[in-house]
């Protein structure tokens, strides 16, 4: 009998489900060798039907989508948090920053396009106080970051879960597939903002423009790099960043960046912490990040990044 | 009026939900669509790095992500006042046309398709591309195919799929091998002849729906960017068309905020947009597109647009949209031929630095017109963002429509009918609500029937026992 597996989307953008489309030929096979019994993009099932497997995509921002998510876990055996909002807050989980009245006051008060008049809606559902990865939430069995988790990782991710042979699994970093060299610079210039560098074969650290390749997880096959950009680390960090406490991707980076293009690591890590709404999007949201003991996110993005001011 | 009492079940069910309001008689009065989450990406830029809002506003939609990363480079580009070279140009148009062509794929044959082919009454369980599969599996696997070619070129120019990152503020970072030029410009031409094998199946469906196409009429304005009577889907100001067919302006896009105006609607998250001049309500999308401009400047695509435009101007019933679409869609695969076949020579990129100002950028979506606005102080910082995307410019458009099938499916009884007649409106305007208030969503699950504000029937498709 072939496997049952149900889909649920919560505050996100829909990529991850997009992604799975994008097996494909493969999803004919797929469809082969599971049965989708609730699929929102692709079917009209409202309902929660029992499944083997469920797959999570987006974090929790209002009640709606806690309640979804509870329904989701009582209705499955094996629950997947799908994606990097699911996993660690995404970019959905910036909202963490903020709170809920001044995303609402932003959205329809101080806008140059809102009407003089206009007010927040009423009757829609509150907002939750903040925006958790679902893990806060229900208990997850399996994460598979990534924003979107490319769909090679998808087609394994389901295949090991229902016992299939072949390759495994495996939590390299981004680095691990990356074409680039590094080369040892002495005098190199910190670029800040920068988001891709002269040289195309050359490490972009050695360029003196920050990547994050080396402290998040490949879950893309490397694209960003060997593609001329930076990665902006949207698979959420790597596991050696994420089961030592005293190490963070900013101080990770600074290091490596230091021993191969010379930059102090102070400035280094100055501008990272400056930019720390930037570098630390996608998980902001998550204690993989934020219950670092040197880690100051909300300060650093409050206090640093310009016009963060909050309300309510 | 009483206020909604938003039962469990219905609070589970969506993220979206219709309310349909009868009147003293039974009659519909007015339906709406509610937008039901948020995530507020206005606030969430905020403090972030300009330069890389290109790499982060992708991640407001993911089914059209390629959309939201043009827009921000542009906007970007703008703002600085730098022209990109020609090879960098010209990827660019390659990767968006394949953009474009997955994702009128994807709304016209794999979301609309069950309801043209397995019809509008057909059980829910028939009305999915899975069943389209059992009962119509060279169909699907063809719908697959051209999908699949749209994305696949995304994926080689953009970087990947979902959420391209290989433009950036000045040009492109990289360029696809001659191997996958060659390929793609061979796609091309399979993907034109597979719309056009298609398009047969589509237009005899498109036939038999008379009624709706004349309930989906909408009074409004048309608008859409124009280079000089062309299809234009970036680089080119926005052209406003009366109800008529007369063009009534134009404007570009540093001047939008002064030319649109967003309402708050009730009960959603999802803010309408109108034209400032007279509050009037308006359409975006492959309908506008087609209305205001006369020419795509590909043979194919020209030759059908004629065609098109001869059966009456402006077409006004969001039924045409779906038509207008697969025109489009013969353009996509015409212009992913000619450029990859041409190949790119020379400079990608020009190295930029922006300072503090404004910077606007304004992209055709598949769905319409984006617009992207962020303010940036000296070191480099978004001090302020404003989103407009093209299912909001769209909004007053849908509960147009929606209120027209209502009426058009409530007597007959059958629920099912009401229900997904509701919806078909809702997707011949291609809606995504992952963008529209830059928020999650999929597509409305539940309806409540209300007189006076008070809900008299709550259908869903299927109640939790």
Known sequence: ?312 | MKSIVVNPITRIEGHASITLDLDDNGKVSRGHLKVLEIRGFEKLLEGMELMKMPLITGRICGVCPAAHHLASVTAIENGIGVEVPEAAAKLRDLMYMGHILHSHALSTFVLTGPDLFEGLDAPSADRNVFSMLRLQPDLVRKVLRLRSIGQKIVEIVGGRGVHPVTLVPGGIASAPGAEEMASMAEWGNEAAGIVEELSGAVFSRLGTMADARTAMEMPFKSLALSNNGSVSFFGAPCSVMGNTGKTEASFPAEKYAENLVEHTMEGSYMKSVRLSEGDSVFFVGPLARLNINSSFTTPRADTLLAGYRQRGLPRTSALDCIEARLIEMVHCAEKIHSIASGGVKGELCIPVIPGAGRFVGMVEAPRGILIHDFDADDRGKVTGANLIVATQGNYEAMDHCLTAMAELNLESGNENLLMNGMEFALRCFDPCLACATHTSGSMPMVVHVRRDGRILRTLSRRMES
Not at chain 1, 6 to 33: F, Q, Y
Not at chain 1, 139 to 155: E, T, W
Request: aromatic letters at 6%.
């Open chain 1, 1 to 312: 009998m072939r496997a049952k597996v149900s889909t649920e989307w919560l505050s996100g953008c829909s990529g991850c489900h997009v992604a799975m489309v994008d097996l494909h030929e493969k999803l004919l096979n797929l469809v082969d060798e599971v049965e989708f019994v609730r699929i929102p993009v692709l079917m009209d099932e409202k309902g929660y039907p029992e499944a083997d497997v469920g797959i999570v995509e987006g974090a929790v921002r209002s009640a709606h989508d806690r309640e979804a998510l509870l329904k989701m876990r009582n209705s499955v055996k094996t629950l997947i948090a799908f994606g990097t909002c699911a996993s660690y807050g995404g970019p959905s989980g910036i909202g963490w920053l903020h709170g809920r009245n001044s995303i609402i006051d932003k959205v329809y008060g101080d806008l140059l396009t809102t009407g003089p008049s206009e007010k927040a809606p009423t009757g829609v559902p509150e907002l939750e106080k903040s925006v958790v990865p679902i893990d806060e939430v229900v208990k997850v069995d399996f994460q598979l970051p990534g924003c979107p988790p490319h769909p090679y990782y998808i087609a394994l991710a389901l295949r090991t879960l229902l016992g299939a042979s072949g390759p495994v699994m495996d939590a390299k970093p981004v680095c691990s597939q990356c074409e680039r060299k590094m080369e040892k610079r002495l005098d190199g210039k910190l670029r800040k903002g920068a988001v891709s560098a002269p040289e195309s074969d050359v490490c972009f650290l050695s360029q003196g423009v920050v990547c994050l390749g080396s402290v998040t997880l490949n879950r893309c096959q490397t694209q960003c790099p060997n593609k001329g950009v930076v990665c902006a680390g949207c698979a959420g960090p790597s596991p050696a960043i994420i089961m030592e406490p005293q190490l963070d991707i900013r101080t990770m980076v600074a290091k490596r960046m230091n021993l191969v293009s010379g930059i102090p690591e102070s400035e280094i890590l100055e501008y990272m912490e400056e930019e720390a709404k930037t570098f630390y999007s996608y998980a902001l949201s998550s204690p993989v990040f934020y219950r670092k003991p040197t880690v100051e996110i909300r300060e650093w993005a409050r206090e640093r990044c310009s016009g963060v001011k909050e309300s309510g």
